[in-house]
């Protein structure tokens, strides 16, 4: 496994199926497994993914762990048993990327 790639979950019914639509999608020349941590949702997400993208390895927490243990509870379940984390690991939700016109 080359790309591992951590989602966390909290009722995002609304961005969840287009966030790994654009996944599945977009990332053709790389081996990768998507990892979906749940945080205790209501909204049917975890339903909605469960149905709609089998591939995805999902992990219900059952309460909302917050984004640092959720990402913690993704990473120990990567597939390949070597793992290597750097600041460029992470995206940077800070970054401003500009709209296309």
Same mark, same amino acid.
């Given at each position: ?7 966390? =979950?909290? &009722?995002?019914?609304?961005?969840? !199926?287009? =966030?790994?639509? %654009?996944? *599945?999608? #977009?990332?053709?020349?790389? @081996? /990768? ?6 945080? #205790? ?5 975890? !339903?909605?993914?469960?149905?709609? *993208? ?5 992990? @219900? &927490? #059952?309460?909302?762990?917050? /984004?640092?243990?959720?990402? &913690?509870?993704?990473?120990?379940? *990567?597939?390949?048993?070597?793992? @290597?984390?750097?600041?460029? %690991? /992470?995206?940077? *939700? #800070? ?7």
């Amino acid at each position: 496994m080359k790309l591992s790639i951590v989602i966390i =979950c909290w &009722n995002d019914l609304k961005v969840i !199926e287009n =966030c790994l639509s %654009s996944i *599945f999608s #977009g990332t053709t020349k790389t @081996e /990768f497994e998507v990892i979906v941590t749940d945080n #205790g949702s209501t909204d049917g997400s975890i !339903e909605r993914v469960r149905a709609n *993208f089998p591939l995805v390895r999902l992990i @219900e &927490n #059952g309460a909302n762990l917050g /984004f640092s243990k959720a990402n &913690n509870v993704g990473i120990r379940s *990567f597939v390949h048993s070597s793992v @290597e984390l750097t600041r460029q %690991s /992470f995206i940077d *939700f #800070g970054l401003k990327v500009p709209p296309v016109v």
